[in-house]
Structures are given as structure tokens and as C-alpha cells.
């Protein structure tokens, strides 16, 4: 039974560190890349990640609460996360750098 509570405990930081990151970044991105993105608002997703890390360190791991919390993350992650990417509502965090070949017009096309 030991080993199943360390597997317990171990996926309990798992979900409160996706409820961590997701709560970090919502809060680093821009509220109009939201309305851009049509994903609720900004605040909207900062209660929820909230909440869902509050409940997920407070409640057993056999409790419904924090699967709701851990889907509420991976919701952010995998669909709200890129769409405000897509329409550049970051300050630099998590946006692709150019190549090293870029110039300040565009890539380097070697003269073609």
C-alpha cells in the first residue's frame, strides 16, 4: 500500500504543478490575445486555475475535485494555451525565435 500512496503523492505534484503552470502563464498573457482567441477571458481562466490548484492541493487525489481541476489545466494547456499563441498574446513567453539566419526584413535568402 506504500507504493501506491508514493504514486498517489507523485501524481498530486503532476496536477498541481499543470494547475501551477497553467495559473503563470494565464496570468503573463495579454487579456485582449483572449478576446482575439475567442477562449472565454482572462479572468475566467485565472479563477479556474486557481481554483484548481487550491483543490488540488487541499483534496485526496480520490476525490472528484481534483480530476475536474486537472482536466480544467489540460484544457487550458492544450487548447487555450496555443490559440494564444496563434494570435501573439505573449510577452516573449513561449513565441518561436527566428532563425539565426533572420535579418531585420525577414530570413536571408543567401541572394536569391
Known amino acids: ?15 498541481m504543478a499543470l494547475a501551477a503552470f497553467g495559473l503563470f502563464d494565464a496570468a503573463f498573457r495579454r487579456e485582449d490575445a483572449f478576446r482575439a482567441a475567442d477562449k472565454q477571458n482572462k479572468v475566467f481562466w485565472l ?17 472528484i475535485l481534483p480530476i475536474a481541476g486537472a482536466v480544467a ?4 494547456i492544450v487548447d487555450v494555451r496555443p490559440a494564444l499563441q496563434q ?3 505573449g510577452r516573449g513567453w513561449g513565441r518561436r525565435r527566428g532563425s539565426s539566419s533572420d535579418g531585420p526584413y525577414g530570413p536571408y535568402n543567401g541572394g536569391r
Not at 500500500?1 to 496536477?15: P, Q, R, S, T, V
Not at 486557481?50 to 487525489?61: E, N
Not at 489545466?73 to 487550458?76: F, N, Q
Open 47 to 63: 479563477i479556474i486555475l486557481g481554483i484548481a490548484l487550491v483543490v488540488s492541493y487541499l483534496f485526496s487525489l480520490l476525490s
Open 1 to 15: 500500500m506504500l507504493g501506491f500512496a508514493g504514486f498517489l503523492g507523485i501524481l498530486k505534484i503532476i496536477l
Open 87 to 89: 494570435v501573439g498574446g
Open 73 to 76: 489545466s489540460i484544457v487550458y
